[in-house]
């Protein structure tokens, strides 16, 4: 059974579930950052998920890269599996710019995060819902 | 015309040349490190590759995750496409342990590279051509 991790339940936002994965928005304000945890609990790297299971997840890590850059204007994304500390399988998508707070070093254990208020989180969480088609297909 | 970034050149050494991606294998003996540079020029991100490349973009990460786990024994793995530095998309395939210099912090911007022997280097590069397949057929 599927259960979040609670480091990942702590820290982030429940925003949606695409059909593989559960979608989180980290509660850090000083970085847009969607979190993708694929609801596969046995699986610790994309590499043991299925063909199919890939293939769902380039799908749903496509749309959210395209919603950093269209909500946010992403300058550049960061996608990265680690998984050193939390060994859930979960995919940080993160986007950045040149005069964000940890440029042009990567974010994990740089600062602390500034959570948003609880007013901002909410409108952000259902600005997510409205961008997020019921269902994603995968077209390859 | 695909030429390869010049922080690239000189932090990795050239492995060989995948369907799709140029394999390098950075020259820092801290962490069995493998990059895979899509042979995309005008791309910046993986969700910018056609899908048929992005199809063979997972084909050949998953053999380097395979490679990784298989000649050195990955506990984790990172698997992070940044490039807040260098702009040529890259993405980063890096064995991880629970005993390596930078655990369990991620490994960029922790510790300046510590250079492989040239004949270490030659070996690695030697061993590792040999686990390359001619030709990877995505099976998706």
């Known amino acids: 059974m599927f259960e979040l991790h609670e480091a990942l339940a702590r820290d982030c ?15 850090d304000q000083q970085y847009p950052w969607l979190i993708l945890v694929p609801r596969r609990p046995e699986k610790r790297e994309i590499c043991d998920l299925s063909d199919e299971d890939q293939l769902q997840y380039l ?25 050193n500390m939390v060994p859930q399988l979960h995919i940080h998508h993160v986007a950045r710019f040149s005069n964000d707070a940890a440029w042009p070093k990567p974010v994990w254990g740089q600062r602390p995060a500034q959570p948003y208020s609880p007013e901002e989180l909410q409108a952000l969480i259902v600005q997510f819902r409205q961008l997020i ?7 390859f």
Chains 1, 2 share one sequence.
């Open 59 to 83: 799908a749903e890590s496509n749309l959210c890269c395209a919603i950093l850059r269209s909500e946010f204007g992403a300058e550049k994304l960061n996608v990265a599996a680690l998984g």
């Open 13 to 27: 936002a429940f925003v949606g579930d695409f059909p593989l994965c559960r979608l989180l928005l980290m509660n």
């Open 133 to 139: 088609p019921e269902r994603i297909d995968f077209n």
